[in-house]
């Protein structure tokens, strides 16, 4: 394992194709939801200016929700977006999910993937980001009453109308993916993926690469949990949702925090952090996947974005695996009335 600093290059890397349909990207997205919610309260300030040196390093992909503080994080990006250069702002590209309903205190009730409610999302989300159109648009989760063909299809109407450029999907199975796929081109399965996550690589992610079908993968440091930053200790903030995450509970926390100190040693013996070593290995699983880093400051997007100057050898990918095994992590990744909303996970 090689690099030549924790700071981000300043050679323009490669872009990595999101599938056969999608556009040419930086190899690393930017995640904006901690910006407004679920990792409790975050500086608006530094927000922006986090986008802005996002912006300035050449990553091209801004991912959101509409959901995400209740359209909060799409203000955010917007506004980040008029400040921007012009050069900075015409390269931006907006990953937006939808579909997800929510109460005035903040919870979650299902998700409503009807054609009428995607042309609803969409018209509200092109308002709150300021442009004319949304470059991959897709369902946060499939809508179990809505036949995913008939959601596909009415993003593939607004594709037609200039108002969406690319379709994605969101968690969802190989099953699911092959049906949407029949209905219209897909551009990317957004997915999570990490060295504790890896339940993607045994159908879905075979099933992805052959309908030609991008990954952009979310949960690549897993909420923070193996970024090296995150202590048996640590006092969430009040509306951090990893209060409540399995992972992050009692003895299931103190099993991942010792993978997590073993992947340490692996990445100190060669020079990197523990954030940097794990997103290094996400980006090695293929250059069909972008990883999307949810940095909510500018000192952790130069750490996470430092990892794209790591060059893994085969014996460093042993030696990480062998640290982190696959299936070790001790936990679900969300809480099971989370759970149930996955396709993925069917």
């Not at 009807?114 to 709150?128: D, H, I, W």
């Not at 991942?256 to 090695?284: F, H, M, P, T, Y």
């Not at 050898?313 to 030696?319: E, G, I, N, R, V």
Request: with cysteine.
């Amino acid at each position: 394992m090689t690099t030549n600093e924790n700071s981000p290059t300043h050679t323009t890397p490669p872009r990595r194709a999101l599938g056969t349909t999608g556009p040419a990207l930086f190899p690393v997205g930017l995640g904006c939801m901690g910006m407004s919610a679920l990792y409790g309260e975050a500086d608006r300030a530094e927000s922006i200016a986090t986008i802005h040196a996002a912006l300035d390093a050449g990553v091209t992909l801004l991912d959101t929700g509409d959901f995400y503080g209740m359209g909060h994080n799409e203000l955010l990006i917007g506004e980040a977006l008029r400040s921007a250069p012009a050069a900075s702002r015409e390269q931006a590209l907006t990953s937006v999910k939808f579909g997800a309903l929510r109460t005035v205190e903040g919870g979650f009730t299902g998700y409503d993937g009807r054609p009428a409610a995607v042309k609803n999302f969409l018209a509200y989300s092109l308002q709150r980001l300021g442009r004319d159109h949304i470059d991959i648009y897709r369902i946060a989760r499939v809508d179990p009453d809505v036949p995913i063909e008939e959601t596909v299809g009415a993003i593939a109407e607004a594709v037609q109308a200039g108002h969406v450029r690319h379709i994605g999907l969101s968690e969802v199975g190989a099953d699911t993916l092959r049906r949407a796929a029949a209905v219209a081109p897909i551009s990317d399965l957004q997915i999570e993926y990490s060295l504790v996550s890896r339940g993607i690589e045994e159908e879905i992610l075979p099933t992805a690469r052959e309908l030609g079908i991008g990954v952009t993968a979310y949960g690549v440091l897993s909420r923070g949990l193996i970024s090296g930053h995150f202590s048996r200790d640590r006092a969430l903030a009040p509306g951090d949702f990893r209060g409540m995450s399995p992972r992050f509970q009692g003895e299931n926390l103190d099993r991942n925090l010792d993978l997590v100190e073993a992947l340490r040693k692996v990445a100190e013996g060669r020079g990197v952090s523990v954030a940097q070593a794990a997103i290094a290995w996400v980006l090695s699983r293929g250059e069909d996947i972008v990883p999307l880093v949810g940095a909510r400051r500018r000192d952790r997007l130069s750490e996470a974005l430092g990892a794209m100057e790591v060059r893994l050898s085969a014996a460093d990918l042993a030696a990480i695996e062998e640290a982190v095994p696959a299936g070790s992590a001790a936990g679900d990744r969300y809480a099971a009335e989370q759970m149930a909303h996955l396709d993925s996970e069917r």
